[in-house]
Each structure stands twice: as structure tokens, then as C-alpha cells.
């Protein structure tokens, strides 16, 4: 009996090949592999020599939006754009050499929609080792492709409007100003901020606030040109590119256009508003994107300065004070480590016997070469370029000393108040303001209670919740609150209420026409006796004269300051003069 040899399968024997079983095998396994590629999550496909489908699984059928059945001999480069086809065909020489090749393709489907499609071709080959077509497996990138579009198109626009966002507006002008050196287009820059806005925020509350700035910026995008962008860079703040502006005449009728479209009324969540804008125009030339934006934004500061709801136009007045403020900005980032800062001190009077009871710190700026800059000329670009935070807390701390060193003065010094600027950056959420006046108090050894912080209303409207909050802590701490330029801002009596101050700045508008104007002495009164009725005290700024002091008196003002005791003055000089008064 014949031994077998381990490898011959038993179920077959020497003889004649079983065909039947073969078949039956081969069946079984087409049948595993059809299974495989028609449930295929990927697209499979046969391309014959000449581009034409020999084969297409239903995968690939949904992908191209056609029954499988229409793809048979139909040739493929017609279902792909002339871009993709171009790149597929350049590339065909690869595969006949054997090398896989992949692409992304765009193909429209009947039914009108875009598949982005990833196609991984592997080379065919004939029994004699001729190139004999692809074998061609395709995958869906639309969904991930739309991912990607939607990314980058919240990267450059703005989440709200819609708008073109500050990214994508400096590209724009990059690019404009680079045509208009290679073909002397005009570029014209339109800086438009919405006078007011703020109030619409504080009455109505944000949501209506954002139903106000889609609407503006649907009017002013109907109000330019086809080609011109509008975008919105922040806040109320709303920019306009425009190209092939002819003159300057020109650019200031757009700016009318523009403030024409913004005045009509609008109606956002039942409400009324009338809204105006103010816009600084700036032209090309300029160095780049950002120095003709600074400059239309020069101008827009001398339209709000020159009584809103108008255009300005950049000159060349504006170009020395935009390169004077750089200077200044470039100096003042520097300016409390160089030690350049330094305080003025004004009295503060009880008027009911003229006693001094305390000083208001006022910061100064000893500039190498410009020499002693008033604060209304480096505090706002503080403001704006947010160093107002470091320059605050400077303030603060040496206020404080100087307070405890006349307070240790010996023979004939005094404990008096210390009133200290508050700016509304460092009276924001994060800014730190409470953790700062805790440590400067502990480390001056200051009472709490001899200090004053100055606040002014619209610091405090800004985000009236948060401020409560912070002003609370403040008050925890023991010091003193006072709401500054009381009556030119924006305040609502039931927020008066409810904020812990204790005194009420009456500013020195009204305090000039008492006695001579009728209703500057009638609001003066008014804020003395609303003070009064709320528990807190009322200090008049800006006395200069005795028939302004004779007035506060009779209208029972407690406290006061102004050039009718003495200009701010430095320490040394305080202390000679007022601070034995």
C-alpha cells in the first residue's frame, strides 16, 4: 500500500483533475471577493486603455451620482473637470512605467453637487507585461474639503456680519496697493465707526446691538461698488477698501454715500434706532496696509472730535500728529522703567471751612526731549495700545507712598486722602485691579479708607454687571469710590443705586457756568441734592473762582478742588505750601 505524501490533500486523488470541485473553489471564492468589493466603503473601478470604465462597484456609482450600470464604457476624464483630467493625463506616463499614482479630482454629479473625490491608481498589466489600464480605488473628500472651506472662511471673516475680518481686509489692501505700483490704480481707505453705538448696547441691551450691525453692514455693503470690500475689524468698527477712486472728491462722495445709508432708522427686536457714523478717509500712497488704515484712522478721530456724522479727509496735518503719536507710543512703552513718569498733586477742599482733607494724583510725563507731555496727550494712546494697565498700577503705588510719607512726616503732617484715576482697562475683568490695590496697601501700609479710586461713568456702564463685582471686592478691601465727570456720560440712576460709592465728581463743565448760567446751575443742584439723597458726597471739579465757591456753598457742596486753591503741583512743592494749611 502506497505511503502519501504529506502534502497531497487527500480529498484529492491521482488521476484526472477534479474540474467540478475547481469550479465550485473558484465560485466560492469570486463570490468572497464580489462580497469585498461591493460592500466596499471606497470606490472601485476598472479603467481600460482607452479612459473607459470596464468595471465600477456600487460605492463608485454613488460617488459619481450615476447607476453603475451608465458607467460601464463610459470615459472617464468626461466625468472629472478639465483641470483634474489635465493633471491625471500629464501623469499617465507613471503608471505605464508601473508606478501607482494619486490624485484629487472635482467631479459633477447629475444631480448638480461637487464631489471632491481622492483617486489611489495602481497599474494593470497584461499577460505579456503590457500596461493594460488602472485599477482605480476613490474616496470621498467632499465632506473633509467642506470642513476645510468652512475653517478657513471663519479664519478670515467675521463671525457676526459676515464681513470680510481684519485679516483678510489687510491681504486685500496688500494686493490692491501692489496693482496700483504696477498699473496707478487709486486705493482709497473709509474708516467708519458708529457714533453713539454704545448707548444702543446699554439701552437695549447686545442683542439688539448685533442686530444693529448686520443691518448697518448690509447697508453699507449695497452702498459701495461691486468690487469694493467692506469688512468689519472689531466692535462698531467697520472698514471700506475701494480701488480706482479718481480723486479725493471722489472718496469723500463715497464717504456720504456710506453715512446716508447707515442714518435711516433701524428696527431690530421692536425697537427704533437711528444710528450715524464717522468717517476718516484716507489715499494711497502709503508704506503698506497698516500705515493707510492708521491713517484713515486719524481721520475718523478728527470727525468724532469735530462733532460726529461726518468725513475727514487724512492731510498732512494728520500725517504729523499719526508720526507724533507713533513717536509717542514708541517712547511710552519704556516710559515706567526709565523712571519718566511722574505725579502732580491738586487739593481737595472742605468747603465748609476750605481745609484740605486731600490730594488727587495726577500723572505727568518727563520726556528726555519733549519735555513735560500732559496726560491729554499720552493718555489716550495709552488707552488705545492698552498700556494704561501698567501705567495705572505705576500710578497707584507711588500715590500711595507719597501718601504714607506724609503721613510719617512728623510735627505738622498729615493723614489725607489720596484720590487716584481709574482707567476702565483696568477696570475690566482680568486686568487685576483688586490683587493690585491689596498688595500696594499692604506693601505702603496705607489705611484703606484714605483711599480714593476715580472711576468714570462710562468705565462703569461698559459692563455694568462685571463692574459692580470688582467695585464690591474694592469696597471689601475698605477704600473709597468715587464716579468721576459725573453728569457727561451715561449712567442710569438705578445703577447709581446700586454701585457702593461714596462721592459724586461733579465735572467741571457745569461748575463753570454757575451763577451765569442758568442751567448749569440748576443740574449743579440737581447732582448736589441727587447726591445727598443716595448718602454720598458731592466734590465740584474745576473751582477757579470765589463766586463758583460762594455758590457751592449755598447749594451745600462738601468738597471741592480747583485753580482757586492751586494748579497740580509736585510733592516737594505740596508740601511747602498746602500741606500745613
Not at 469723500?252 to 478717509?281: F, K, Q, Y
Not at 472711576?455 to 467695585?471: H, N, Q
Request: proline share 4%.
Amino acid at each position: 500500500m502506497p505511503t502519501e505524501l504529506p502534502f497531497v490533500r487527500k480529498d484529492l486523488r491521482v488521476g484526472a483533475p477534479d474540474i467540478g470541485s475547481l469550479v465550485s473553489q473558484l465560485q466560492v471564492s469570486e463570490g468572497r471577493y464580489r462580497s469585498i468589493v461591493e460592500n466596499a466603503q471606497e470606490g472601485i473601478a476598472l479603467i481600460g486603455l482607452d479612459s473607459t470604465f470596464t468595471f465600477a462597484n456600487r460605492r463608485m456609482g454613488e460617488l459619481l451620482g450615476r447607476p453603475v450600470e451608465d458607467l460601464i464604457g463610459v470615459d472617464a476624464f468626461s466625468l472629472i473637470d478639465m483641470d483634474s483630467a489635465t493633471e491625471v493625463i500629464s501623469r499617465l506616463e507613471e503608471r505605464q512605467q508601473g508606478t501607482a499614482g494619486q490624485y484629487e479630482v472635482t467631479s459633477l454629479r447629475p444631480d448638480g453637487r461637487i464631489a471632491r473625490l481622492l483617486v489611489s491608481a495602481a497599474p494593470q498589466f497584461d499577460p505579456d507585461g503590457a500596461y493594460a489600464g488602472s485599477l482605480c480605488m476613490v474616496s470621498d473628500l467632499s465632506g473633509l474639503r467642506r470642513a476645510e472651506e468652512e475653517l478657513a472662511h471663519q479664519a478670515l471673516h467675521d463671525p457676526l456680519t459676515g464681513l470680510p475680518n481684519r485679516a483678510l481686509l489687510f491681504d486685500r489692501i496688500e494686493q490692491a496697493l501692489a496693482r496700483r505700483s504696477s498699473e496707478n490704480h487709486t486705493v482709497a481707505i473709509l474708516f467708519c465707526d458708529l457714533d453713539g453705538f454704545k448707548d444702543v448696547n446699554d439701552s437695549f441691551g447686545h442683542h439688539v446691538g448685533d442686530q444693529l450691525l448686520c443691518v448697518v453692514a448690509e447697508r453699507l455693503v449695497a452702498a459701495v461698488r461691486p468690487g469694493d470690500t467692506v469688512a468689519r475689524i472689531g466692535g462698531d468698527e467697520f472698514i471700506v477698501l475701494a480701488e480706482d477712486v479718481a480723486d479725493e472728491t471722489a472718496a469723500l462722495d463715497l464717504a456720504a454715500r456710506l453715512r446716508a445709508s447707515v442714518a435711516w432708522p433701524i428696527h431690530a427686536a421692536g425697537t427704533e434706532a437711528v444710528i450715524t457714523c464717522s468717517i476718516g478717509v484716507a489715499l494711497a500712497p502709503a508704506e503698506d496696509a497698516a500705515a493707510l488704515v492708521r491713517h484713515a484712522d486719524a481721520a475718523m478721530y478728527r470727525a468724532k472730535e469735530g462733532g460726529r456724522n461726518r468725513a475727514e479727509l487724512f492731510d498732512e496735518e494728520l500725517r504729523d500728529v499719526a508720526t507724533n503719536r507713533l513717536g509717542l507710543l514708541a517712547d511710552l512703552h519704556h516710559a515706567v522703567a526709565r523712571g519718566q513718569l511722574r505725579l502732580h498733586y491738586q487739593p481737595i477742599v472742605a468747603l465748609d471751612g476750605e481745609r484740605v482733607i486731600g490730594v488727587e494724583a495726577l500723572v505727568r510725563w518727563q520726556h528726555p526731549e519733549r519735555g513735560l507731555v500732559p496726560p491729554d496727550t499720552f493718555i489716550r494712546v495709552a488707552e488705545d495700545r492698552g498700556l494704561i494697565v501698567e501705567i495705572g498700577k505705576w500710578v497707584l503705588r507711588e500715590a500711595c507712598r507719597q501718601a504714607a510719607r506724609w503721613t510719617h512726616a512728623g510735627p505738622g503732617g498729615k493723614s489725607l486722602h489720596m484720590a487716584v484715576n481709574i482707567s476702565a482697562r483696568q477696570l475690566s475683568p482680568g486686568a487685576g485691579l483688586v490683587e493690585s490695590v491689596a498688595e500696594i496697601l499692604r506693601d505702603s501700609g496705607v489705611d484703606p479708607s484714605t483711599l480714593v479710586l476715580e472711576i468714570t461713568e462710562s468705565a462703569l456702564m461698559g459692563d455694568a454687571e462685571a463692574a459692580l463685582r470688582i467695585l464690591t471686592e474694592l469696597k471689601a478691601l475698605g477704600v473709597r469710590l468715587a464716579i468721576d465727570d459725573f453728569g457727561t456720560g451715561y449712567s442710569s440712576l438705578v445703577y447709581l443705586k446700586r454701585f457702593p460709592v461714596d462721592l459724586l465728581k461733579i465735572d467741571m463743565a457745569f461748575i463753570r457756568g454757575l451763577g451765569q448760567d442758568p442751567e448749569d446751575s440748576a443740574i449743579v443742584a440737581c447732582v448736589i441734592g441727587l447726591a445727598r439723597a443716595v448718602g454720598i458726597e458731592a466734590v465740584a471739579e474745576g473751582v477757579e473762582t470765589v463766586a463758583q465757591l460762594e455758590a457751592l456753598q449755598a447749594l451745600g457742596c462738601a468738597f471741592g478742588q480747583g485753580y482757586l486753591w492751586s494748579r497740580p503741583v509736585a510733592a516737594v512743592d505740596f508740601d511747602h505750601t498746602l500741606l500745613a494749611s
